[in-house]
């Protein structure tokens, strides 16, 4: 088969035909084409040389040439595609590293191995036009409903048809009970899109809470026009659910809004779900308030919120502790996942008993340290006291509020709390140089008897050791393990070092070290706070 002026059409009409055939670009199936006969071109002309086919669009001839490139002397390798500067005189004026010599070589024959060659390239570039065609398609509606129709179940995963290809529901994106036949119609979430070698891999989603959201943006105009905004979602797929939504209008009632008349639209969202009961929540921006709303049919006493932990305590009275719980957990777990905290739900009597224990521990505290009576040492823990610091450290004014105390009792107790914490700092600093603790750890502004002490027992002895350390280790924090928050204990936790202070400590000993320059921190704080004002 030659490449004459009888069939230089024919490349034309078959390239615009595969192109309308398979949707995409002629002007690919064209580059495919120069390709697959350049590649035959080589098989003729040798596989070191640099052949290059082009098609002219409008006539389609096809010309055929060699590309020479000019090089220095010592980097001529390909003696078919390069040649120096001095060989390249023969060819050109005043020749240049960098030019290149095209020739036109005569087109060539396609045999039979040739031309299936040619084909299977050709081929292949369709595909790979296809896969990106459908790449371009999808990605940017990641995160949108599609309509699709089941084709096939392989291993419990459903493959279906989303008009330009296939996509994957797996079988943990799918609502429990739901079973598929072929031909079915079914609404999904689109999870993710990923290119890959295979082709473009789109994953759908049925139990995303994402589709949730998508739903009421759907049924919901107020939704999609953001005059309500969807604030977060929990769901249990298949059994419950709860959303919760804010108003941006204070004349729309953004509950009522996502119920509908006679729960119309709630219950569109229900029937696609398969009977999935959503409870539709205010969202509000105070944590304790929003989380009394979320463990809502349950009636909520008292709530308590422990921020840099990341938990909230919550108070019931006996008879609403299953409610606020629910089925398995399930209210609770949901109301967790809506708010994002840790919930530790209690009955009235429990926190009550709790309290008791607090107190009587507190009271002995005072006892067993102060040399108190027992009256006395309840009057202190009465008034609010919880620790010896406290106690040695408070303006002397704040004692002599409690009844019975004068000037002279109120130093007195004073005199006996330092005391014992000097008693005890002596002590843990012994216990810490004995332990190891160098004097460049110990000379390290911040760090009392106790911690030292800690940090010793730890294996931090010296200033290096505790500038290696991550501030987590020594404040302690939250790490998410399949989906259930996990307590990292910090040394230095039992002394209520904070994330934050425990971080400055850690640069502070790493700049004394000379590991960290001081103008990069103040150009790091600058630029922090320039996002912060930015965010603003």
Request: include cysteine; aromatic fraction near 6%; charged fraction near 30%.
């Amino acid at each position: 088969m030659a490449i004459t002026s009888a069939n230089q059409l024919e490349l034309l009409q078959t390239a615009e035909a595969v192109a309308r055939e398979k949707m995409i670009d002629p002007g690919l199936v064209v580059e495919a084409m120069e390709e697959s006969l350049a590649r035959a071109a080589k098989s003729k002309y040798g596989a070191e040389m640099d052949i290059r086919v082009s098609i002219d669009r409008k006539t389609g001839k096809a010309t055929f040439t060699r590309v020479r490139t000019v090089v220095e002397d010592d980097e001529l390798e390909n003696y078919q595609a390069e040649f120096t500067v001095e060989q390249a005189k023969q060819y050109m004026e005043n020749p240049e590293v960098g030019q290149t010599l095209v020739e036109e070589v005569p087109p060539v024959e396609l045999g039979r191995i040739a031309a299936q060659s040619a084909k299977q390239v050709i081929l292949q570039k369709v595909r790979e036009a296809e896969r990106d065609k459908q790449y371009e398609e999808f990605k940017d509606r990641a995160g949108t409903i599609i309509n699709a129709l089941v084709k096939r179940e392989e291993y419990g995963n459903v493959i279906v048809d989303v008009g330009a290809g296939e996509a994957v529901l797996r079988r943990n994106e799918k609502i429990g009970r739901e079973a598929y036949r072929p031909n079915d119609r079914i609404r999904c979430y689109i999870k993710e899109v990923r290119r890959e070698q295979r082709g473009p891999q789109i994953f759908l989603s049925r139990t995303a809470p994402e589709f949730m959201a998508e739903l009421f943006k759907m049924e919901v105009p107020e939704i999609y026009e953001g005059i309500i905004e969807i604030k977060a979602v929990a769901r249990d797929p298949g059994s419950r659910a709860k959303i919760a939504v804010i108003s941006y209008d204070n004349s729309i009632d953004p509950v009522g809004a996502c119920v509908g008349m006679r729960g119309s639209r709630v219950q569109a969202v229900v029937n696609e779900l398969q009977g999935e009961k959503i409870d539709i929540i205010p969202w509000n921006e105070d944590m304790p308030t929003f989380l009394v709303n979320a463990l809502q049919p349950a009636e909520v006493s008292k709530v308590v919120l422990d921020e840099e932990a990341g938990k909230i305590e919550v108070v019931v009275p006996e008879e609403q502790l299953s409610l606020a719980i629910g089925r398995r957990g399930q209210n609770v777990r949901l109301a967790s996942q809506l708010t994002g905290l840790d919930i530790d739900i209690m009955t009235e009597e429990e926190e009550s008993k709790r309290r008791q224990a607090e107190f009587e521990l507190r009271t002995k505290l005072f006892m067993d340290t102060l040399d108190l009576d027992e009256f006395f040492a309840q009057l202190l823990v009465s008034e609010g006291f919880t620790s010896l610091e406290e106690v040695a450290y408070v303006e002397l004014g704040e004692l002599l509020v409690i009844e019975g105390v004068d000037e002279e009792t109120a130093g007195e107790l004073q005199a006996r709390a330092r005391d014992y914490l000097d008693a005890k700092a002596k002590k843990a600093m012994e216990a810490a140089i004995a332990a190891g603790v160098e004097q460049s750890l110990i000379d390290f502004e911040g760090l009392t008897p106790a911690m030292l002490e800690a940090l010793g027992n730890d294996g931090v002895k010296t200033l290096e050791d505790f500038a290696t350390c991550a501030d987590w280790e020594l404040a302690g924090g939250w790490t998410t393990v399949d989906g259930e928050r996990v307590k990292d204990d910090g040394v230095l936790e039992p002394f209520d070092v904070s994330l934050e202070e425990a971080q400055n400590m850690v640069m502070t000993a790493r700049v004394m070290l000379g590991w960290v320059d001081p103008a990069d921190l103040e150009a790091d704080e600058e630029d922090a706070q320039v996002e912060e004002e930015a965010e603003a």
